[in-house]
């Protein structure tokens, strides 16, 4: 409970900053999407139905109230010669069947909170990478916007010269038919855009025209502190608590060969005689056949085989963990290159190509492949930073972060 109330109060305070800014921030997005999500609260659902169902577990049986008659209505008499017995019985588990039967209980509640870490982290990073992919398409929106801006400079600039005779219609042309591929670029990302938007929208829980522009800084990419894979990782803590539930089970299985006592206490009543007594019963299976024993073998057994099941996903944790840590180291490589050599290095190829180009060194096209190219190198710059976010979140998610 003190959880969800958590929960509720982050959201909250998130749907307000959302509702004040226009804006939304990867910590609203997070915070939307666990107010929202249903796979989540069927998860928590299942928690507290696990948790509650600790209490239903090794509880005494019900005592049984009996009623017995005997030679009723013999010799026609009706009630005068017959013998009535009330009494009431209870059952007693023997060798400590409540006891493991509240134990097993309480390690389903524990894989019950594992599998609800799980969730939260599954859906945390589905709505990182949404939330990446949108900042991303927004960069290169913005990286095309200027590039449409200038591309209608550059046709402006061509047809004044082609008015005052300095230049020839195929400048012109060739300036236009650039604007024309500039805006059939941005017709297709247009459409990628909207699609990203629609599933952040979709994990968050709002209306994608609700949404607002996204608020993040894309170009700074964060250092991964610590590789190695943490046993608490909400996997591997479901795995050991399954096997700790199947011994709990073994523990309960051996229990059936102890059996179960029957006592039972009554009133007897001789109607003949007009004798009153109590009567004593008692009553205890023989444990000829030892199926409890068989059960909790199978059991410790299926336990064993759960621990290699964790040591196994642990191994494959490992092993994605060190091929994401790969992936973002060279990812991050690249984009310093990018940003350190390649861009300054067409930014400057570009203003001199304007230089050139004012002083008649070069032509149109060397003009306008400069700035392409320019333009080119920065949406690739773009993609990189892109994969190095998508490599970190996958970083985040093996390490469980954020949980």
């Not at 609260?41 to 577990?57: F, Q």
């Not at 952040?200 to 609700?210: D, F, Q, T």
């Not at 059996?259 to 008692?282: K, M």
Request: glycine content about 8%.
């Amino acid at each position: 409970m003190k959880r969800s109330i958590v929960l509720l109060c982050g959201s909250l305070a998130a749907s307000i900053g959302f509702a004040e800014s226009g804006t939304l921030t990867l910590e609203q997005a997070l915070a939307l999407a666990r107010n929202n999500s249903p796979e989540l609260r069927t998860a928590e659902l299942n928690a507290r139905s696990a948790a509650r169902a600790v209490d239903a577990a090794g509880r005494w049986m019900n005592p049984r109230l009996k009623f017995e008659a005997e030679g009723v209505g013999g010799d026609l008499e009706l009630f005068g010669e017959g013998e009535y017995t009330l009494g009431i019985a209870q059952e007693f588990q023997l060798g400590g069947r409540q006891r493991h039967a509240r134990g097993a209980a309480a390690k389903a509640v524990a894989i019950a909170g594992h599998h609800l870490s799980e969730v939260e982290l599954e859906r945390d990073d589905q709505v990182r990478q949404a939330f990446v992919e949108v900042l991303a398409l927004q960069e290169s929106g913005k990286v095309q916007a200027e590039q449409e801006e200038l591309g209608r400079a550059f046709v402006e600039v061509a047809g004044r010269l082609h008015q005052r005779g300095g230049g020839s219609e195929l400048d012109v042309v060739q300036a236009e038919l650039e604007l024309e591929k500039i805006l059939f670029s941005q017709s297709c990302c247009l459409g990628e855009l909207l699609a990203a938007r629609e599933r952040l929208a979709s994990l968050v829980g709002l209306p994608e025209s609700e949404l607002g522009e996204l608020a993040g800084d894309y170009y700074q990419l964060e250092k991964i502190d610590g590789l190695g894979l943490a046993d608490t990782h909400p996997a591997l803590m479901r795995l050991a608590a399954e096997a700790d539930l199947l011994r709990a089970e073994a523990r309960l299985a051996k229990t059936k060969d102890a059996g179960h006592l029957t006592l039972e206490a009554g009133y007897r009543h001789e109607a003949e005689s007009d004798v009153n007594s109590l009567v004593f019963s008692a009553s205890i299976p023989l444990g000829l056949h030892k199926q409890g024993r068989v059960e909790q073998a199978a059991m410790l057994m299926q336990a064993e085989a759960m621990e290699a099941a964790r040591d196994a996903m642990r191994r494959r944790l490992q092993s994605a963990l060190a091929e994401a840590v790969a992936l973002y180291q060279g990812a991050v490589a690249q984009a310093d290159m990018g940003k350190q050599k390649l861009i300054p290095k067409a930014e400057q190829a570009y203003e001199l190509s304007r230089e050139g180009y004012r002083a008649g060194r070069f032509s149109w096209m060397e003009l306008i492949a400069a700035q392409q190219h320019l333009v080119e190198i920065r949406l690739q710059y773009i993609d990189v930073l892109k994969e190095a976010h998508l490599a970190r979140l996958e970083i985040l998610k093996l390490k469980a972060k954020g949980i």
